[in-house]
């Protein structure tokens, strides 16, 4: 999103496992959404202390992206509200940009 709203943005980069499968398996610009999936992520490692994807290497993930799959995060529903933070994070977690939620809703 830096690179849309500021013209000295460095060039794209970041972990795959962080990083829209849209931004993994097509070469568009990134869009708002792109930070939506990324912080859907980041949330679920607050959550569950864990990385997102730990254990699979780059290949794998490339092939998740290519597939659309990519809710593999493994939650622990047993902890207080996990149910619910779940549930949000796999709508920031969509593989279709256009249905993942604003940041605003």
Request: net charge neutral; glycine share 4%; aromatic share 6%.
């Amino acid at each position: 999103l830096s690179r849309l709203l500021t013209k000295d943005a460095e060039p794209l980069g970041g972990s795959l496992a962080w990083m829209a499968p849209e931004l993994i398996v097509t070469q568009t610009p990134p869009q708002p959404a792109a930070d939506v999936f990324s912080y859907g992520r980041l949330c679920y490692m607050i959550l569950e202390c864990r990385k997102p994807l730990a254990g699979f290497n780059t290949d794998a993930i490339k092939e998740l992206a290519r597939t659309k799959v990519t809710n593999q995060l493994v939650w622990d529903k047993s902890k207080p509200l996990q149910k619910e933070c779940a549930t949000l994070c796999e709508g920031m977690l969509d593989f279709r940009p256009e249905t993942r939620p604003t940041m605003i809703e």
